[in-house]
């Protein structure tokens, strides 16, 4: 895949290195700064500096329960920006609609996406069970979206995951705007079909039968339905289990073309992956190069042989 700067993604102003902290600091996160950052446009937000509060400033905390809880001042529990935070997610729903996807400060009581500090009313000690209320009502608003916490992005699989779901976000957002047929939805799953593979039997199961339906149904309400499926089976992260079961259906596409050698060798590679001695990129080189000397157009229009851009080196560590 080639450069494409194109691709919007929402995040976090501090880790960008904005230093709009409460402390008048910043949390640069150097994957998104230094690997990422070349193949996306950043659209840097941050929701304190957003609802008027200023740098640096009163720091603020969740208090509550899992239920209902607001965001109040740490030293002064009569400053309540709850509403406020909740509101600028509504003001910004419209503006992230054009994002293919969102990075998060974790632990942030507006945008952590999980198990961020939440206090109860009584002295007792913090639970982990909030969710950063600008966080949250961004998820809400635009329930399909791909998004993922700076800290996550650390897990050599989350990470790929993220990337691979923005990416193929941004390519459903494309199809939109050419305009939905039933065609173009059943060709984008057609080139999409193993990577949804890779994310498990039964989201390949379900996705198959929904793309059946296509054209017995309203075309837009079908869209959707299908969207909405299809980003919910990525955010599974795929296993080693599922990426094997899928390398050796593309192997069986060279069943006939490969000598006994070269088929020995692609399937002790791929026995090496399933057993975690190689990375996932090693049985794909493997497979790009047998595909070139001997194309099958079906092979060669599968995303999965190139789900993003090569030079972030995210199957490398799989």
Same mark, same amino acid.
């Given at each position: ?75 002064? &529990? ?218 099958? &157009? ?12 090569? &030079? ?7």
């Amino acid at each position: 895949m080639q450069r494409h700067s194109k691709i919007k993604i929402g995040i976090s102003s501090c880790l960008l290195g904005e230093e709009v902290r409460y402390d008048g600091g910043h949390k640069r996160d150097r994957f998104i700064t230094d690997r990422l950052a070349p193949y996306v446009t950043f659209v840097p937000i941050c929701p304190e500096v957003g609802i008027g509060m200023g740098i640096p400033r009163e720091p603020i905390k969740l208090v509550g329960t899992a239920n209902n809880y607001r965001a109040l001042g740490v030293k002064d &529990e009569t400053l309540d920006v709850t509403e406020d935070l909740a509101k600028f997610a509504d003001s910004m729903a419209t503006r992230l609609a054009k994002v293919s996807g969102y990075i998060f400060k974790s632990r942030s009581p507006s945008c952590g996406m999980e198990r961020v500090k939440l206090y109860p009313k009584s002295s007792a000690m913090p639970s982990r069970d909030g969710i950063g209320v600008y966080a949250k009502r961004i998820m809400e608003l635009l329930p399909d979206l791909p998004v993922e916490e700076e800290g996550r992005l650390n897990d050599p699989v989350l990470r790929e995951n993220f990337v691979e779901r923005v990416f193929v976000y941004r390519r459903w957002q494309d199809l939109v705007a050419k305009g939905v047929t039933p065609a173009r939805v059943i060709e984008f799953y057609t080139r999409h079909k193993l990577i949804v593979l890779a994310h498990g039997q039964r989201g390949h199961q379900a996705m198959g039968k929904l793309v059946a339906n296509i054209g017995k149904e309203s075309t837009q309400e079908i869209a959707q339905r299908f969207v909405s499926n299809l980003m919910a089976v990525l955010k599974k992260p795929a296993t080693r289990r599922a990426h094997t079961n899928v390398l050796q259906h593309i192997q069986g596409y060279l069943k006939k073309e490969l000598d006994k050698s070269d088929k020995q060798e692609l399937t002790q590679t791929i026995e090496q992956y399933r057993l975690g001695h190689l990375p996932l990129i090693v049985p794909i080189t493997l497979l790009r190069h047998h595909f070139r000397r001997n194309p099958v &157009e079906y092979i060669n229009n599968q995303i999965y042989m190139n789900p993003h851009p090569p &030079e972030l080196m995210l199957r490398n560590s799989l």
